[in-house]
């Protein structure tokens, strides 16, 4: 029961943090921005996102990790599960190391007067973001399967009773 709940918990979870990663990818073209526009975006997305997502993807790492120890009995699905686990590390140390410092830079300038080399820092910051969306959504695809794998398990049918009562 327990892990059924940490298991649902945990696909929301990620579901909800990877979402937004992938969301920012498809819907966010930082190149077509004026330096105004980037620069007023930006402190609006860091403003609104820098501390809740990665308290979401630290409770993602903790759920998915009590899952795979919980799933001890199931190989297969714990491997996917500690897959998992260490693509949802590489995005957080891709956003801890890579993409918090050139937010920090961008919450000190002025939309009209952004550094010289701007659009430096946000190429960067869009490579970044591209590597933690990928290693996000590949974290989301191996929860799923060990979810879904475990469920074809269960749900199989047991076999029909023969009529002469043999097995």
């Known amino acids: 029961m327990a892990a059924s709940a940490i298991r649902f918990v945990g696909l929301l979870l990620i579901a909800l943090l990877v979402g937004t990663m992938f969301g920012l990818w498809i819907g966010f073209d930082p190149a077509s921005l004026s330096s105004v526009a980037y620069v007023e975006l930006m402190q609006g997305l860091i403003r609104a996102l820098n501390v809740p997502l990665p308290l979401l993807g630290f409770i993602c790492i903790v759920l ?10 199931d190989r297969r699905g714990r491997n996917l599960l500690i897959a998992a686990v260490l693509c949802l590390v590489i995005a957080a140390l891709v956003t801890r190391f890579g993409n918090q410092p050139i937010n920090a830079v961008v919450m000190t300038w002025t939309p009209q007067a952004p550094d010289a080399n701007w659009t430096e820092l946000r190429d960067a910051w869009w490579r970044w973001h591209v590597v933690r969306t990928l290693a996000g959504v590949l974290a989301l695809a191996l929860v799923l399967l060990a979810a879904v794998a475990r469920r074809d398990d269960v749900l199989a049918a047991p076999p029909l009773p023969r009529a002469d009562g043999a097995r």
Do not use: E, F
């Open 64 to 73: 998915t990790a009590l899952l795979a120890l919980l799933t001890r009995s």
